[in-house]
Nanobody, 111 residues
Framework: QVQLVESGGGLVQSGGSLRLSCAAS????????MSWVRQAPGKGVEWIAD???????TYSDAVRGRFVISRDNFKNVLYLEMSSLEPEDTAVYYC?????RGQGTQVTVSS
């Protein structure tokens, strides 16, 4: 059974940094493409980053150069390092494997 548990969100000032984690269970994370997506209040789900089984990464234009997706194969954890945060980054962040996602973690960036 696939289970994804996100953590690490919080309140941060504009220009600050956060690291999100996604603990995976029920499968080996490194064998799949994993994604981070986010949903801001009143908006749809926005894809922001992928990491493939071969560790190739891609980013949306909105976060490229500021966010880094990575994983720890031994811990079976996916990460999202976020820096230079802006109020527009305020959203609930989710990790995803295919159509499965966790409960999300709230990131709020104050101006």
């Amino acid at each position: 059974q696939v289970q994804l548990v996100e953590s690490g969100g919080g309140l941060v000032q504009s220009g600050g940094s956060l690291r999100l984690s996604c603990a995976a269970s029920g499968f080996t994370l490194s064998l799949y493409t994993m994604s981070w997506v986010r949903q801001a209040p009143g908006k749809g789900v926005e894809w922001i980053a992928d990491i493939t089984a071969r560790a190739s990464t891609t980013y949306s234009d909105a976060v490229r150069g500021r966010f880094v997706i990575s994983r720890d194969n031994f811990k079976n954890v996916l990460y999202l390092e976020m820096s230079s945060l802006e109020p527009e980054d305020t959203a609930v962040y989710y990790c995803m494997k295919g159509a499965s996602r966790g409960q999300g973690t709230q990131v709020t960036v104050s101006s």
